[in-house]
């Protein structure tokens, strides 16, 4: 059997996502403000839309259960604005967002405080449904005979310390139901956009990799205008039936950067694999923003970067002085982006 929650009060924690088609950074912020009239304590996840709620302390003054508790969210979502929701719920954050992650859109899934509900939910689920257990390490896991959270729970420490090394003991107390990590209060991180609508459907996979460069290039520029940088980028490609596809990506360092933002907008176009699909347009998201002093750059003995970015700031004093159709840095990248 796992072991029981750390002693104390079981909290209660919910992590829920929001089904939205058309997404602009208002209507998130308006969601938001929904789910704090519920509890103050909210964790945004703008980049696939979802939020961590601890409503521990809400439910006596709701006077109704999680699930109950987590039912009002889900109608109130609904009923004033017409978004469908789905939310797992449990006494842990990785619990909670396990259960989210096999639960479909307009249903929810709660797991109960008691030892035997956190073991009848977690010991039947996959050793990769865990956080921090990636393919490889599930992989690695499989060939010792360990391939679920159970598995996980009931191997020695020594044995899973030799198989996983440091992490092991995090992963193992997961597996167990024992997770401390808080719900850190935050206001949603800033977004940029910029986005193409082609006059027809483009079925041309050239036309969507100029395009997306473009984008890139608007929005390095912005960035750099409003002296911000952006934590990642979110690609998200209309098709003409108006399905669409949203793609998200971690920058390796947060910049505003023109040459960082394209290479990561061409690998995530690049990453849909398009083959004649009739493309409908293009959006292209900065995420996490962020005021440019807190930028880094890595320490690299070429000095390529350095010329990109003195170019980078020539281009942006000709744009200012003649207009953004002047200069344009996605062409003058074009080389360094598709190397």
Known sequence: MSSPPPAGRPRAIVRIHL?????????FEQLLDVLSGISPTIEPLPADWSAYMDITGSLNFWQR?????????????????????????????????????????????????????????????????????????ARTLARYGISTAGDLADTHPATLQRILGAASRQIQNLARG???????????????????????????????????????EDLGARLREASEIAHALTLTVTYADRTHTTRTRTLAEATAHTPALATTARQLMTGLSLQRARVRGIGLRAEGLRPAEHA????????????????????????????????????AFKSITTS
Do not use: C, W
């Open 296 to 331: 880094t750059r890595q320490l690299t003995l070429d000095d390529r970067d350095d010329k990109l970015h003195r170019l980078e700031a020539a281009l942006d004093r000709a744009r200012a002085r003649y207009g953004p159709g002047i200069a344009g840095a996605a062409s």
């Open 19 to 27: 089904h939205v088609e058309q997404r602009s950074e208002d209507l």
């Open 65 to 137: 259960d999680a699930e109950g508790l987590v039912a009002v969210v889900r109608l109130r979502l609904l009923a004033l604005h017409g978004v469908q929701s789905s939310a797992g719920a449990g006494p842990t954050r990785s619990i909670a967002a396990m259960a989210a992650a096999i639960t479909p859109p307009g249903a929810a899934t709660i797991v109960g405080d008691t030892p035997y509900e956190i073991a009848a939910f977690l010991r039947p689920r996959p050793a990769a449904a865990l956080p921090g257990v990636g393919p490889k390490t």
């Open 178 to 216: 024992i997770d401390e990590r808080p719900v850190v209060p935050a206001a949603a991180p800033r977004s940029m956009n910029a986005s193409h609508r082609f006059g027809r459907d483009e079925l041309d996979t050239h036309q969507h990799q100029r395009i997306t460069l473009a984008l890139a």
